[in-house]
């Protein structure tokens, strides 16, 4: 997983560069950081950089709330 | 059934006292009983679309929630056998199989919707190209009438049954709960578009109730009726008059016409929804809420998540994300990528495709006619226009931060929300006007000095010389209203907002409630007063059915 924490996070600072030192922080989508336009371009570096393909039923906030949480989901999907 | 109807107040309080008084275990049943009941007064054909959509769910989610049960149990008992690939081979023919039922379901589901709300809008289409094409023929319209609320249960329908599919719940297998999900009665008017998950518990498996839930709900349709009653049919008058009449209102009175629906519908809708909510939780049963003070909104983007929730999040997960992520907008992902493109745009690119489908899909839900889709690729293009200029929005900021106005200053907030509701306000003439050419026709009225025209001739001269006055007084009576309304309608926003402020720091029923006794009977008694005494009853007033009802 660890693997994937560092590209996850390089993805969010690309989009958010206001994270830049904060980017372990947790409530990306409840306080409003993420909206679908980022989790959608967070959707399609994952499946260019891993080949992930995240399905729609995949998408919840809990699994975007987080760099961790986000690279957690790439793991599960690889490893399914 | 209206919901501000005496025989609605009637229904809604003999309902309580039977489910209240019945059995725990009985209640759903009643519940369905109640729903049915209050559904028939639309027309009884109406109950045989609800009925066959139910039929059609029960079916399709019955069916998918079974396979998913033998494919777990026998993934279960022969994991010891199973090698890893012939599990996970397994796994994809049965979501195969399932995918299959899923597909049948959503055909006939959104196949019913679609008959019933677009055959007569894609006849006139086809006959305006026989029209462009020098041909004599005609289809003749089908003329079919839309069933109450069929927009909102089917789109609940299919987000329960894709819900199934996903595994994200376990369908019931008792047909009348699937019944009682699709029809319970406080939602068919106007929605909001319910989860199965958030709100199958309540309906299946009530709890004892207090009186807690029956003071608050009751307080919570008061507020709706006031808001529904006193404001949004007051404002409707106008409205009606302003945009039924184009050519005589035009200019000025476009403005007023414009300002006045912002009004009416914020409390036609959002008052519709109080009264959902809360003859909800009277049978103790929670609806999620459809609206987080939209106004305060600061662009479009963020008043589309503050608006009409429960549709705005469906669009999402049934349609934006599934649509992001399919092979399709993939492929075009990939390929932008290798483009010459710049990075950044290789990236928006997938996703504004997906999200100007949506927003045609959403235009296109509220209403079978070129206005609303173009109302739909309008909010979709204000919405990009948005997302592309944030950089330089930021560079402006990061220039002036300070210097002029901060951004997250009280006063840059209400420049904020006030350009949204200006922005929001133009679309909307789209609603209002029901027509594109009429919509464009008063909106360049503003800029060209029509005011004067309309001032001087036909109904608006009419009203205002009957009315004996001039000026101020004279353009109020030229709308249909009078001072009275006016005072009515200003109070009613300003308790609005104020009311809308109080809500940031929290429930204001249950700071109500905690309030001394004789404050809090007061302003219960007020509220009511306002009801009876400022309610737009009587000659001239049309106690309308809901906007939202129509969609």
């Given amino acids: ?80 | 059934m209206l919901f501000t109807s005496y025989a609605f107040i009637g229904f809604l309080c003999a309902g309580l006292i039977i489910y209240r008084l019945a059995p725990i275990k009985a209640r759903p049943y009643i519940l369905l009983a109640l729903s049915y009941y209050f559904y028939a007064h639309a027309g009884l054909w109406c109950v045989i679309f609800i009925a066959s959509t139910t039929v059609v769910t029960y079916l399709v989610t019955v069916k998918m929630g079974a396979m998913t049960a033998k494919r777990k149990k026998y993934l279960a008992d022969s994991k010891d056998i199973l090698a890893k690939e012939e599990a996970r081979n397994y796994k994809a023919r049965d979501k195969r199989s399932r995918r299959r039922v899923l597909i049948v379901g959503l055909l006939l589901t959104l196949g019913l919707l679609a008959v019933v709300k677009y055959t007569d809008f894609t006849i006139t289409n086809i006959n305006s190209l026989l029209d462009l094409v020098g041909s004599e023929g005609k289809i003749p319209l089908a003329g079919i009438l839309m069933p109450m609320g069929i927009s909102f249960y089917i789109f609940s329908t299919v987000g329960y049954m894709v819900d199934v599919y996903r595994e994200a719940v376990t369908p019931t297998r008792n047909p009348f709960h699937t019944a009682l999900f699709i029809s319970f009665f406080p939602q068919l008017v106007q929605g909001p578009i319910s989860r199965y998950g958030d709100i199958s518990k309540d309906l299946f498996d009530p709890k004892p109730l207090g009186i807690e839930s029956l003071k608050l709900g009751a307080m919570r349709v008061l507020w709706g009726f006031a808001k529904k009653l006193v404001i949004a049919d007051r404002a409707l008058v106008a409205v009606k008059l302003i945009t039924g009449n184009p050519q005589e209102y035009t200019g000025i009175y476009v403005v007023a016409g414009m300002a006045l629906y912002a009004l009416e519908l914020y409390a036609d809708f959002t008052g519709g929804i109080d009264i959902t909510i809360g003859a909800a939780q009277m049978f103790g049963i929670g609806v999620k809420e459809n609206f987080v003070r939209p106004y305060f909104s600061k662009n479009v983007a963020e008043y589309w998540r503050r608006w009409h929730i429960t549709m705005g999040t469906w669009f999402a997960d049934y349609v934006f994300y599934p649509m992001s992520s399919c092979k399709l907008i993939r492929k075009i992902s990939g390929a932008l990528k290798k483009s010459r493109l710049p990075r950044r745009a290789a990236q928006r690119i997938p996703v504004y495709i997906t999200s100007a489908v949506v927003w045609f899909a959403t235009g296109l839900w509220h209403g079978a006619s070129w206005n609303f889709i173009l109302w739909g690729m309008l909010n979709f293009a204000v919405i990009m226009i948005s997302q592309e200029f944030e950089p330089l929005y930021a560079r402006f900021h990061g220039k002036f931060d300070g210097r002029i106005v901060r951004p997250d200053s009280a006063p840059y907030k209400a420049f904020a929300a006030t350009r949204t509701i200006v922005i929001l306000s133009c679309l909307r003439m789209l609603d209002c006007y029901g027509d594109v050419g009429t919509t464009f026709s008063a909106f360049g009225s503003i800029f060209t000095g029509g005011a004067a025209g309309a001032a001087g001739t036909g109904i608006a001269a009419g009203a205002a010389g009957a009315a004996g006055a001039a000026g101020v007084g004279g353009f109020i009576s030229a709308v249909g209203l009078d001072w009275f309304d006016v005072v009515i309608l200003l109070a009613g926003t300003i308790i609005l907002f104020a009311v809308s402020m109080l809500q940031r720091k929290g429930s204001v029923r249950g700071r109500l409630f905690a309030a001394p006794f004789a404050l809090r009977v007061g302003i219960i008694i007020a509220v009511a007063v306002a009801v009876v005494l400022f309610g737009a009853y009587g000659p001239g007033y049309d106690v309308g059915q809901f906007i939202y009802n129509r969609f």
């Fill in chain 1, 1 to 80: 997983m660890e693997d994937y924490l560092d590209v996850v996070k390089q993805i969010l600072l690309d989009l958010h560069p206001e994270l830049d030192g904060d980017e372990d922080r947790d409530g990306l989508v409840a306080d409003g950081i993420l909206d679908s336009y980022d989790i959608i371009t967070i959707i399609t570096q994952l499946a260019d950089e891993f080949d992930a393909v995240i399905t729609a039923d995949k998408i919840t906030p809990e699994n975007f709330d987080s760099a961790e949480s986000i690279a957690e989901l790439v793991d599960e999907i690889l490893n399914e």
